[in-house]
């Protein structure tokens, strides 16, 4: 039997319970996993089912079991089930990890006289058998003429089964009695607490099965296996049918938790407009997009949960491969191309401040399938779609959504709990242009036609970039990577993504997913100071008006966290959402992050740096007033992170890193606490400032304890923190700093260091420490740029321009970095994109652009 020929309602629920969390699977043995037969030794299980429920138990977040009237001693010898498939034997009572009832004396003595009476009835019962078990005796008519095993059962129900302190439970053939509580459901409901099951599937044939049947609530399944009344909402006819059922359920449940086909990671691509960001698939379908905001919930979480999670896809009727995929030059708008159709996506920019569209345009002489499948909050909201003239209303959450798309027919399916809209478009007549508007109810055309829309949207980042002084070395990948940076400045509040996304993995399949979609001050003061380097300065005094609003929130600039949210305020709790399989199977999904509440005393550095940059940026610019170069309110800012580094400098931290185990002091901390001083004290000598006296004594003392401290002889160089033998890829901005010479031994010797023990091939790890998470990660792209700085600083160009090179090629076909790289396998891992990446991508080339 194939899985076809299970009831399609029974299939579409196996479906859906398969994507729930934590699982729970449990079947009875007797007519379900076995067959019933004449000797009740001789009934073998089901070997279908057996693999089937082996597999199940395999799998993470999933849990099997099999309830039995059986005792659990028999239950074991004759299912031969391994050990990871839960037993409970004597209907409830007994399981593998001990009996789970103790007996009392008085309880024994009511088993011994149960047994004797029972017995009495079997001798006079030709047939007729009784089992014996721990807490009970059962009376068993299956073999005996039909007159002679009700006779006997009668004997039992009107005898024995009347004596005080007796539990009866009745089934096919047989009657049991029991000297304590026995109730399939109650096993049922601890092993569901047990495994914090939110589903439970329960597949049985008896009388005394129902118990759980009926205890079953929400999105569980219950199957009932063969004929008579039950309150299973399913049926099935044969133990082979549940041995399909079984393997069905096992194959939807190892794809759901393994993740949908997920493309790799470098060869997704971003669309952005000056508030929203959203990323394609090679083959156009928009596999993310968060609304109202970039930190907010996912419409479309295809990257992190396949096609249940949400996804818009386009494609030709006729299966085949995309030729290409590609930006605009100088744009965010991306082109798709298969042979005879293409799509072209991007972002308006000419939409109300609470709107997110998305503008799909199809061309060509194919039809094309689109396939529109809205899942807003990350697949828990559920959605209603509703053709109307010229479009869909899509209805389900307190936001409003549209898609206007005139003279497109839709077809809308539902699989019980979501909706989807399909339809087939034929472009050869002219261009089909959807529009997706979130936020909105209005479906009437825009006050501008299409092809104006994409000008201004086009214009906005052409015009930008034509401004900027890139660096000669790639110029194109680093015009990529300028937009890339600009695209995840969040223009309404000045704040600026560290990606675009949230939990894809530092390890396919590990734990370490994290959420970038916020604003770390350290990551936004750096690309920021990346934008200034390439003349454009607007982002950057955006972004310290954004901080000095964060200030004003505060009662001290010590007391900055990490990161806030877009707006400037605090982060919601770090929650994980189980509904979610993650990418490839990548568990779990967070939202949040958790690092907000940590310390991180590196962060007032980067600012520091960023207001020096931006000042030596419009003198470049050919501002000439120290007043107008060197603001009062960008001095101010220097004075709060001067006056924040005095008060907390010499306390240990979770470093740049984020690491969560007990604080350290960390030796880059130490380094960003001295850049502030030394930065500040740089800008009052350059444009008449007013240095406080002890700023450079202090100066001076973070720069002792540093070489002191942080140094260490025995592995010959400075370490990730104090005490430590540990290396950290961090620790190269002692010399990248200027806080030492680039000709300083020490620094020569950590540079040679983290070469050999932190560079792997085309990649440089950060550290190789237990830093209290299980698994792994792959190297850092940022740590690859720092390494290649260092080079240069030593006077290794060749080496230099041969890790530049690799770094180069790990950018994916439109040009985008992530946060990592597994030069094992050869694939992009983290956030994607990155701006730490691209920020070192762009550092690099500028570096090596200068001979």
Same mark, same amino acid.
């Given at each position: 039997?194939?899985?076809?020929?299970?009831?399609?309602?029974?299939?579409?629920?196996?479906?859906?319970?398969?994507?729930?969390?934590?699982?729970?699977?449990?079947?009875?043995?007797?007519?379900?996993?076995?067959?019933?037969?004449?000797?009740?030794?001789?009934?073998?299980?089901?070997?279908?089912?057996?693999?089937?429920?082996?597999?199940?138990?395999?799998?993470?977040?999933?849990?099997?079991?099999?309830?039995?009237?059986?005792?659990?001693?028999?239950?074991?010898?004759?299912?031969?089930?391994?050990?990871? &498939?839960?037993?409970?034997?004597?209907?409830?009572?007994?399981?593998?990890?001990?009996?789970?009832?103790?007996?009392?004396?008085?309880?024994?003595?009511?088993?011994?006289?149960?047994?004797?009476?029972?017995?009495?009835?079997?001798?006079?019962?030709?047939? &007729?058998?009784?089992?014996?078990?721990?807490?009970?005796?059962?009376?068993?008519?299956?073999?005996?003429?039909?007159?002679?095993?009700?006779?006997?059962?009668?004997? &039992?129900?009107?005898?024995?089964?009347?004596?005080?302190?007796?539990?009866?439970?009745?089934?096919?053939?047989?009657?049991?009695?029991?000297?304590?509580?026995?109730?399939?459901?109650?096993?049922?409901?601890?092993?569901?607490?047990?495994?914090?099951?939110?589903?439970?599937?329960?597949?049985?044939?008896?009388?005394?099965?129902?118990?759980?049947?009926?205890?079953?609530?929400?999105?569980?399944?219950?199957?009932?296996?063969?004929?008579?009344?039950?309150?299973?909402?399913?049926?099935?006819?044969?133990?082979?049918?549940?041995?399909?059922?079984?393997?069905?359920?096992?194959?939807?449940?190892?794809?759901?938790?393994?993740?949908?086909?997920?493309?790799?990671?470098?060869?997704?691509?971003?669309?952005?407009?000056?508030?929203?960001?959203?990323?394609?698939?090679?083959?156009?379908?928009?596999?993310?997009?968060?609304?109202?905001?970039?930190?907010?919930?996912?419409?479309?979480?295809?990257?992190?949960?396949?096609?249940?999670?949400?996804?818009?896809?386009?494609?030709?009727?006729?299966?085949?491969?995309?030729?290409?995929?590609?930006?605009?030059?100088?744009?965010?708008?991306?082109?798709?191309?298969?042979?005879?159709?293409?799509?072209?996506?991007?972002?308006?920019?000419?939409?109300?401040?609470?709107?997110?569209?998305?503008?799909?345009?199809?061309?060509?002489?194919?039809?094309?399938?689109?396939?529109?499948?809205?899942?807003?909050?990350?697949?828990?909201?559920?959605?209603?779609?509703?053709?109307?003239?010229?479009?869909?209303?899509?209805?389900?959450?307190?936001?409003?959504?549209?898609?206007?798309?005139?003279?497109?027919?839709?077809?809308?399916?539902?699989?019980?709990?979501?909706?989807?809209?399909?339809?087939?478009?034929?472009?050869?007549?002219?261009?089909?242009?959807?529009?997706?508007?979130?936020?909105?109810?209005?479906?009437?055309?825009?006050?501008?036609?299409?092809?104006?829309?994409?000008?201004?949207?086009?214009?906005?980042?052409?015009?930008?970039?034509?401004?900027?002084?890139?660096?000669?070395?790639?110029?194109?990948?680093?015009?990529?990577?300028?937009?890339?940076?600009?695209?995840?400045?969040?223009?309404?509040?000045?704040?600026?993504?560290?990606?675009?996304?949230?939990?894809?993995?530092?390890?396919?399949?590990?734990?370490?997913?994290?959420?970038?979609?916020?604003?770390?001050?350290?990551?936004?003061?750096?690309?920021?100071?990346?934008?200034?380097?390439?003349?454009?300065?607007?982002?950057?005094?955006?972004?310290?008006?954004?901080?000095?609003?964060?200030?004003?929130?505060?009662?001290?600039?010590?007391?900055?966290?990490?990161?806030?949210?877009?707006?400037?305020?605090?982060?919601?709790?770090?929650?994980?959402?189980?509904?979610?399989?993650?990418?490839?199977?990548?568990?779990?999904?967070?939202?949040?992050?958790?690092?907000?509440?940590?310390?991180?005393?590196?962060?007032?550095?980067?600012?520091?740096?960023?207001?020096?940059?931006?000042?030596?940026?419009?003198?470049?610019?050919?501002?000439?007033?120290?007043?107008?170069?060197?603001?009062?309110?960008?001095?101010?800012?220097?004075?709060?992170?001067?006056?924040?580094?005095?008060?907390?400098?010499?306390?240990?931290?979770?470093?740049?890193?984020?690491?969560?185990?007990?604080?350290?002091?960390?030796?880059?901390?130490?380094?960003?606490?001295?850049?502030?001083?030394?930065?500040?004290?740089?800008?009052?000598?350059?444009?008449?400032?007013?240095?406080?006296?002890?700023?450079?004594?202090?100066?001076?003392?973070?720069?002792?304890?540093?070489?002191?401290?942080?140094?260490?002889?025995?592995?010959?160089?400075?370490?990730?923190?104090?005490?430590?033998?540990?290396?950290?890829?961090?620790?190269?901005?002692?010399?990248?700093?200027?806080?030492?010479?680039?000709?300083?031994?020490?620094?020569?010797?950590?540079?040679?260091?983290?070469?050999?023990?932190?560079?792997?091939?085309?990649?440089?790890?950060?550290?190789?420490?237990?830093?209290?998470?299980?698994?792994?990660?792959?190297?850092?792209?940022?740590?690859?740029?720092?390494?290649?700085?260092?080079?240069?600083?030593?006077?290794?160009?060749?080496?230099?321009?041969?890790?530049?090179?690799?770094?180069?090629?790990?950018?994916?076909?439109?040009?985008?970095?992530?946060?990592?790289?597994?030069?094992?396998?050869?694939?992009?891992?983290?956030?994607?994109?990155?701006?730490?990446?691209?920020?070192?991508?762009?550092?690099?080339?500028?570096?090596?652009?200068?001979?």
């Amino acid at each position: 039997m194939s899985a076809q020929d299970l009831d399609i309602d029974l299939r579409r629920a196996l479906t859906v319970v398969a994507r729930t969390p934590r699982l729970l699977v449990a079947s009875d043995y007797d007519g379900t996993m076995a067959p019933i037969v004449s000797d009740p030794a001789k009934a073998f299980p089901n070997s279908a089912s057996v693999r089937a429920l082996r597999a199940l138990a395999g799998l993470t977040y999933t849990t099997a079991a099999v309830i039995s009237g059986r005792a659990l001693r028999d239950l074991a010898t004759l299912s031969r089930l391994p050990a990871e &498939v839960h037993l409970v034997g004597s209907h409830g009572s007994e399981f593998e990890v001990g009996f789970l009832h103790a007996i009392d004396s008085d309880a024994k003595i009511l088993l011994e006289d149960l047994t004797k009476e029972l017995a009495s009835i079997a001798a006079e019962s030709a047939g &007729v058998t009784i089992e014996t078990k721990p807490a009970s005796v059962a009376l068993h008519v299956r073999n005996a003429e039909e007159s002679v095993g009700e006779q006997a059962l009668v004997r &039992v129900r009107h005898g024995a089964a009347t004596w005080t302190g007796v539990q009866v439970t009745e089934g096919k053939a047989v009657i049991e009695l029991a000297v304590i509580s026995t109730d399939k459901g109650d096993a049922l409901d601890i092993l569901r607490h047990e495994g914090s099951a939110s589903a439970a599937v329960f597949l049985g044939d008896d009388v005394t099965d129902e118990k759980v049947f009926v205890r079953l609530h929400g999105p569980d399944v219950g199957i009932k296996v063969g004929g008579g009344d039950s309150a299973a909402q399913y049926r099935v006819e044969s133990t082979d049918d549940v041995a399909t059922a079984l393997a069905f359920l096992y194959e939807e449940r190892r794809t759901w938790l393994a993740g949908a086909s997920a493309p790799p990671i470098e060869r997704l691509t971003m669309l952005a407009s000056p508030r929203s960001v959203a990323l394609l698939t090679p083959d156009a379908t928009l596999t993310w997009l968060c609304h109202p905001e970039p930190d907010s919930g996912a419409v479309f979480a295809h990257l992190l949960g396949g096609t249940e999670a949400g996804h818009f896809s386009i494609g030709p009727q006729r299966e085949s491969l995309p030729l290409s995929q590609r930006y605009l030059d100088g744009t965010m708008t991306v082109e798709t191309r298969w042979a005879a159709l293409s799509v072209i996506d991007y972002l308006p920019h000419d939409v109300a401040p609470e709107r997110t569209d998305v503008t799909r345009v199809i061309r060509g002489s194919a039809k094309a399938v689109v396939t529109f499948a809205p899942r807003p909050e990350f697949g828990q909201a559920q959605v209603q779609i509703e053709p109307e003239t010229y479009g869909l209303r899509v209805y389900g959450t307190n936001e409003p959504m549209v898609l206007r798309s005139p003279g497109v027919h839709w077809d809308i399916t539902s699989d019980g709990m979501q909706q989807t809209a399909y339809a087939v478009v034929d472009p050869s007549d002219g261009p089909i242009v959807l529009e997706l508007r979130c936020g909105t109810w209005d479906l009437a055309p825009a006050t501008r036609d299409e092809t104006e829309r994409r000008e201004i949207a086009e214009t906005y980042w052409s015009s930008w970039v034509r401004g900027l002084e890139l660096p000669q070395v790639k110029p194109d990948l680093m015009k990529r990577s300028a937009l890339t940076l600009r695209g995840l400045v969040h223009e309404p509040s000045g704040s600026i993504l560290a990606a675009a996304t949230t939990s894809l993995p530092e390890d396919v399949g590990g734990v370490r997913n994290w959420d970038y979609r916020y604003c770390w001050l350290r990551d936004a003061a750096l690309t920021a100071t990346s934008l200034v380097s390439l003349g454009s300065l607007g982002e950057a005094e955006a972004y310290l008006d954004w901080v000095h609003g964060v200030l004003e929130t505060l009662p001290g600039p010590e007391r900055l966290h990490p990161l806030y949210t877009i707006y400037g305020q605090g982060l919601p709790p770090e929650a994980v959402l189980d509904q979610l399989p993650g990418y490839a199977g990548s568990r779990p999904v967070r939202v949040g992050n958790a690092a907000n509440t940590q310390v991180q005393l590196d962060v007032f550095g980067p600012i520091v740096a960023l207001i020096s940059d931006l000042a030596h940026g419009r003198e470049r610019k050919g501002v000439t007033d120290p007043a107008e170069i060197l603001p009062d309110r960008d001095w101010e800012l220097v004075c709060a992170m001067v006056a924040a580094v005095q008060r907390r400098w010499h306390e240990p931290d979770h470093g740049i890193w984020e690491i969560r185990d007990n604080p350290r002091h960390h030796v880059y901390s130490k380094v960003m606490g001295w850049l502030t001083l030394d930065r500040a004290l740089t800008l009052a000598a350059s444009f008449d400032r007013t240095a406080e006296p002890e700023w450079p004594v202090l100066r001076e003392e973070i720069a002792t304890e540093v070489l002191e401290k942080g140094w260490n002889a025995d592995v010959e160089s400075f370490t990730a923190a104090y005490d430590g033998t540990d290396l950290d890829a961090a620790s190269l901005h002692i010399g990248l700093s200027g806080l030492i010479a680039p000709d300083d031994p020490r620094f020569v010797a950590t540079v040679l260091a983290t070469e050999a023990e932190l560079r792997s091939g085309s990649t440089v790890y950060r550290y190789h420490h237990d830093d209290g998470l299980p698994g792994g990660e792959g190297g850092f792209h940022l740590c690859a740029a720092w390494l290649v700085e260092a080079y240069l600083l030593i006077g290794r160009r060749n080496d230099a321009e041969a890790l530049f090179t690799q770094l180069v090629n790990a950018a994916g076909p439109t040009g985008l970095l992530s946060e990592e790289y597994d030069p094992v396998a050869e694939r992009s891992l983290g956030n994607h994109p990155q701006a730490y990446s691209h920020l070192g991508l762009l550092r690099c080339a500028q570096l090596l652009s200068v001979r």
